[in-house]
């Protein structure tokens, strides 16, 4: 009986930029030899560059870390909501889902830094009382809106790991 194994699947878009990025990272430190950040913010910081402007981020993390992303959510993304998750496996982390609009280039530009300093300000408020945060209901009080783009191709890039398990008995290594 073969084992289950995850497929490693490759998401290829033609405009390099995803319309929509679903991010739900792990809850941890990283582990390294300088100073380790979390995991929430640095994710946040690598992958949300993905999103095309006018693009639509979803972000599953714990309220209090939000703030911590604060230098990427507030100039990066706007029309930002967020929502605390309600079911009892959600509410035991305290999560959130985080929503937003990726900016453009030019609206990224016109921000100063008194507008910069407010949006932190808000995220905040809004994330400092866990209790407070509006529950993410079945009718949404708003929506996004996903531009419009050509599908996805999908591109299998692992390894062929039924047939390697096949093998294995035949391997000299193996056997020893």
Same mark, same amino acid.
């Given at each position: 009986?073969?084992?289950?194994?995850?497929?490693?699947?490759?998401?290829?878009?033609?405009?390099?930029?995803?319309?929509?990025?679903?991010?739900?990272?792990?809850?941890?430190?990283?582990?390294?030899?300088?100073?380790?950040?979390?995991?929430?913010?640095?994710?946040?910081?690598?992958?949300?560059?993905?999103?095309?402007?006018?693009?639509?981020?979803?972000?599953?993390?714990?309220? $209090?870390?939000?703030?911590?992303?604060?230098?990427?959510?507030?100039?990066?993304?706007?029309?930002?909501?967020?929502?605390?998750?309600?079911?009892?496996?959600?509410?035991?982390?305290?999560?959130?889902?985080?929503?937003?609009?990726?900016?453009?280039?030019?609206?990224?530009?016109?921000?100063?830094?008194?507008?910069?300093?407010?949006?932190?300000?808000?995220?905040?408020?809004?994330?400092?009382?866990?209790?407070?945060?509006?529950?993410?209901? $079945?009718?949404?009080?708003?929506?996004?809106?996903?531009?419009?783009?050509?599908?996805?191709?999908?591109?299998?890039?692992?390894?062929?790991?039924?047939?390697?398990?096949?093998?294995?008995?035949?391997?000299?290594?193996?056997?020893?």
């Amino acid at each position: 009986m073969k084992s289950s194994r995850a497929a490693s699947l490759t998401a290829t878009l033609p405009s390099s930029r995803s319309r929509l990025l679903y991010l739900n990272p792990p809850y941890d430190f990283e582990i390294g030899e300088g100073k380790n950040q979390r995991m929430e913010r640095l994710f946040l910081e690598h992958v949300g560059r993905w999103v095309r402007p006018g693009g639509v981020l979803v972000m599953v993390i714990p309220h $209090d870390r939000v703030y911590d992303c604060r230098t990427i959510l507030t100039p990066q993304f706007k029309d930002k909501a967020i929502y605390r998750l309600t079911e009892p496996e959600a509410a035991a982390y305290k999560q959130v889902v985080v929503f937003g609009i990726r900016r453009t280039r030019q609206e990224r530009e016109r921000l100063n830094d008194h507008a910069v300093n407010q949006g932190h300000q808000k995220l905040n408020e809004v994330t400092r009382r866990y209790e407070q945060i509006p529950g993410l209901g $079945d009718a949404p009080e708003r929506t996004y809106s996903v531009p419009p783009g050509p599908p996805a191709h999908l591109e299998y890039r692992g390894l062929p790991l039924d047939t390697i398990e096949d093998l294995l008995d035949s391997s000299p290594a193996w056997r020893a």
